[in-house]
C-alpha cells in the first residue's frame, strides 16, 4: 500500500489523537503515522521513515523526521523499540488499539536477525498471580524472545 492510499480512516484517527494530545496537525506527522501505520510489523528505523516519507514528500528533513518521531513517542503515538541489533526502531502504538495496551512479543532469530511478532498475550495469568500475591498490578509489559527461526533451523 502506497502512502496516503485508502487511508481516510487513519487519517481521521490520526488527526483526532493528535488533537486529543494537544498538538497541531501537519502534513508530516500524519505522513509518519501512516508510513508506520502501513507497515505493522515492519519496525522501522528513523532512517527508513524518512526514506518512507521522503517520497511522498521530498521537501521534508530528516532533522524534522527525528524531532517528529521523538515528541509521537513521547506522547505514545508510537512505540521505541530496542531489538538488540543497534537501532532503535519504531512502531505504531498498540496502546491505541489494543483493550489492555499490551505490546506484542519479538522473536528475534539469533542466526538471520529477522524479527517477528507474537500476538498471543500469554502473561495474563502471570500478571493475576503477580496482583494477588504480591498487590504489584502490571499496566504494561515487553517481551523480547530470541531464539532460531524455522528456516535458519531447517538449514
Known amino acids: 500500500m502506497k502512502l496516503g492510499e485508502d487511508m481516510p480512516d487513519n487519517q481521521e484517527q490520526f488527526k483526532n489523537l493528535l488533537k486529543q494530545n494537544g498538538l ?36 521534508i528533513g530528516l532533522a524534522t523526521v527525528y524531532r517528529t518521531i521523538q515528541m509521537l513517542s513521547d506522547l505514545d503515538l508510537i512505540d521505541k523499540l530496542n531489538l538488540d541489533d543497534g537501532y532503535v526502531r519504531y512502531e505504531i502504538s498498540r496502546k491505541n488499539h489494543d483493550e489492555n495496551g499490551h505490546h506484542h512479543h519479538h522473536l528475534i532469530c539469533l542466526d538471520c536477525g529477522n524479527i517477528y511478532t507474537f500476538q498471543d498475550d500469554l502473561l495474563e495469568t502471570l500478571e493475576t498471580r503477580i496482583k494477588e500475591t504480591l498487590g504489584f498490578e502490571v499496566v504494561d509489559h515487553e517481551v523480547k524472545l530470541y531464539g532460531h527461526c524455522k528456516n535458519c533451523r531447517e538449514k
Open 24 to 59: 497541531k496537525v501537519t502534513t508530516q506527522r500524519i505522513a509518519i503515522l501512516e508510513v508506520l501505520s502501513c507497515r505493522p510489523g515492519e519496525h522501522l528505523t528513523a532512517e527508513e521513515i524518512y526514506d518512507l516519507v521522503k517520497v511522498k514528500y521530498p521537501e
